[in-house]
C-alpha cells in the first residue's frame, strides 16, 4: 500500500523541493505541511519538517523518466476519429522534458503554435515498483497511484503525409505533459481505478465529458500488463493512458488552442489540472 494517500511534490519560496500528504487532491499555494525532502525520506517517515507550500509540481517520485503514453483507448474517441480500435493499446513515449507542473503557464514557440495546437484531458497511472512480464492481474500491485494529465499535440504532425502517422513527434515538445495536481493512491479506488468522469473544459467551455468506467477500452492493469511483456518497465514510471471524445481537431467547426487559453482537466477523485496556453508573441495558430 501506497504510505500516502494524496500525495503531493511542491517548491518552497526558496525553491527547495518537498514531498507530503497533504490530505486532499487540492494542494492549496501558502499552505503549511509536514514534508519531507525526498520520497525515500517519506516512505521512512524521516527527516519530516513543516514547510509551507508555494509551487506545486508534478506529483512524481521520478520526474526525470520519460512518459509513456496510451492512443485510441476510449471507444467515443475512436468513433470522432474514424479509427478502427486495435486489439493491443498503442504505446508510444514522450520524453522527461515534456513534463510541465499544475498551474504552469505552457508556453508554445511559433512553431508548434503554428501547427495545430489540441488538447487531450487523460487518467495518469504512476508504477510503485519495476515491473516484466506480469498478467494484467498481477498488474495492480504494481500501480502506485492515479493523477491528470493533458497529452497536448501538434495535430499537423499526426498526418500520414507529415510523420508517417507516428505519434512520438506531433506529442514530445518541451512541456507538452503537464500532470497533476496530486497523486491519489490507488487503495482510494474500490476496484483499484477511478471508474468516474473525466471532463476537460477549454475557457470554462466543456470539450470532453465521459464515464471512464463505459468509455475506456483498455484498463490501466491491462495497458501495464502489455506494456511489460519482454519489457522493463522502471518504478515510478508515468503512463497517460488516453483520452475520450471531444479534442479540437474533430470539432464542427474545428477548435484548437490559442494563445491565452484555459485549460482544465478534471477527473473525480482526482481534482483539477489547470493550465494556461501562452503564445510566442501571442499569434493565433495556422487553421
Not at 477549454?202 to 501495464?224: C, H, W, Y
Amino acid at each position: 500500500m501506497a504510505p500516502f494517500q494524496y500525495l503531493s511534490r511542491f517548491e518552497t519560496a526558496e525553491g527547495d523541493t518537498f514531498y507530503a500528504n497533504v490530505g486532499s487532491n487540492n494542494p492549496t499555494i501558502g499552505s503549511k505541511v509536514q514534508a519531507y525532502p525526498t520520497y525515500e525520506d517519506l516512505l521512512e517517515d524521516r527527516d519530516a519538517r513543516t514547510v509551507v507550500i508555494a509551487k506545486v509540481l508534478p506529483p512524481l517520485p521520478r520526474p526525470d523518466l520519460p512518459i509513456y503514453c496510451v492512443g485510441l483507448n476510449y471507444k467515443s474517441h475512436a468513433v470522432e476519429a474514424s479509427l478502427n480500435v486495435p486489439v493491443n493499446p498503442p504505446i508510444w513515449t514522450k520524453p522527461a522534458a515534456a513534463l510541465s507542473s499544475p498551474d504552469e503557464t505552457i508556453p508554445f514557440s511559433r512553431f508548434c503554435a503554428s501547427h495545430l495546437p489540441d488538447w487531450e484531458g487523460e487518467l495518469v497511472f504512476v508504477t510503485s515498483r519495476e515491473c516484466r512480464d506480469i498478467t494484467p492481474t498481477e498488474a495492480l500491485d504494481y500501480i502506485l497511484g492515479y493523477t491528470i494529465g493533458n497529452d497536448l499535440t501538434c495535430r499537423f504532425f499526426q498526418l500520414p503525409e507529415q510523420s508517417g502517422g507516428q505519434f512520438f513527434y506531433a506529442k514530445a515538445f518541451d512541456k507538452f505533459a503537464p500532470v497533476g495536481p496530486v497523486l491519489v493512491s490507488s487503495s482510494l479506488f474500490p476496484t483499484g481505478v477511478p471508474t468516474g468522469r473525466l471532463v476537460t473544459c477549454i475557457n470554462g467551455e466543456v470539450k470532453q465529458d465521459t464515464s471512464i468506467a463505459k468509455d475506456m477500452i483498455f484498463l490501466p492493469q491491462r495497458i501495464l500488463s502489455w506494456m511489460s511483456q519482454s519489457t522493463t518497465i522502471p518504478a515510478f514510471s508515468v503512463v497517460m493512458t488516453g483520452t475520450p471524445a471531444g479534442v479540437g481537431v474533430f470539432q464542427r467547426p474545428r477548435q484548437l488552442l490559442k494563445d491565452g487559453d484555459r485549460m482544465e482537466v478534471e477527473i473525480a477523485g482526482l481534482g483539477t489540472l489547470k493550465n494556461t496556453v501562452k503564445f510566442e508573441n501571442g499569434q493565433d495558430s495556422i487553421l
